[in-house]
């Protein structure tokens, strides 16, 4: 079965400083992962994602993530954080055929300090 | 184009009783998929659609239940409600089988 851990649960960054979200899979083949961000009160937005190819991949509003096929991750950076960033943040792992059936970590928190 | 639609987007509910969600997909897309969310989690797999029949289910009882119509639109009705199903509940569409586009959500209170 397909899993996904978020080992931080909450994340505290200045504004301008360099952010890294952290995110292991458990897959059997090679994976469909994604990373989400959700403000409150909201759905999920699809900040990008990883499918074949490039390891390093970039997304929206200047998240990149890289795929670590020996150790299983999905890491989440920016280099200089807003503080329209603070968001909750989801990695997921999608079924390789069908991403609709996607498994989702928990969550991370990022706060902005001014 | 428009994007997901979920309605309503706030309810309350007493133990026991039924629900029905609604989910009107973005245009051009023929895959709805639905996830519950409770608080402090992320999203669950509930099932999904596929040209109105069910394509896949996650590990949720039969009382879930969902259609999808010809329009792509699609309803998730939760018979004998429990309070863990109080959650958020998410909609997502997608053409193929590769990106979803995720509605804002129904928050389900149950009391």
């Known amino acids: 079965a397909q899993s996904v851990t978020q080992p931080d649960i909450h994340i505290t960054v200045s504004e301008g400083a360099s952010l890294e979200l952290r995110c292991n899979y458990s897959y059997g083949a090679t994976p469909y992962l994604f990373w989400y961000v959700q403000s409150p009160g909201q759905g999920l937005q699809l900040l990008l994602k990883?499918?074949?190819?490039?390891?390093l991949v970039q997304g929206i509003k200047g998240f990149e993530a890289e795929f670590k096929r020996s150790q299983s991750s999905f890491n989440l950076r920016k280099p200089s954080v807003h503080w329209s960033d603070a968001a909750e943040y989801f990695c997921?792992?999608?079924?390789?055929?069908?991403?609709?059936?996607?498994?989702f970590g928990d969550g991370t928190t990022l706060t902005v300090k001014p | 184009e428009t994007g997901v639609t979920q309605s309503p987007t706030h309810l309350i509910k007493t133990r026991g009783q039924q629900v029905t969600l609604r989910c009107s997909s973005q245009s051009g897309h023929n895959t709805v998929s639905w996830y519950q969310q409770a608080l402090g989690q992320g999203p669950q797999f509930i099932f999904q659609?596929?040209?109105?029949?069910?394509?896949g289910r996650g590990n949720f009882p039969p009382r879930f239940s969902g259609l999808q119509f010809p329009n792509y639109s699609s309803e998730l009705n939760v018979n004998a409600l429990e309070l863990d199903d109080s959650a958020l509940y998410l909609c997502a569409s997608s053409s193929g089988a590769n990106v979803l586009t995720f509605g804002a959500g129904s928050r389900l209170t149950v009391l």
């Open positions: 997921a792992v999608g079924d390789n055929t069908n991403a609709g059936k996607s498994t």
């Open positions: 990883y499918f074949s190819g490039d390891t």
């Open positions: 659609y596929y040209r109105e029949e069910e394509n």
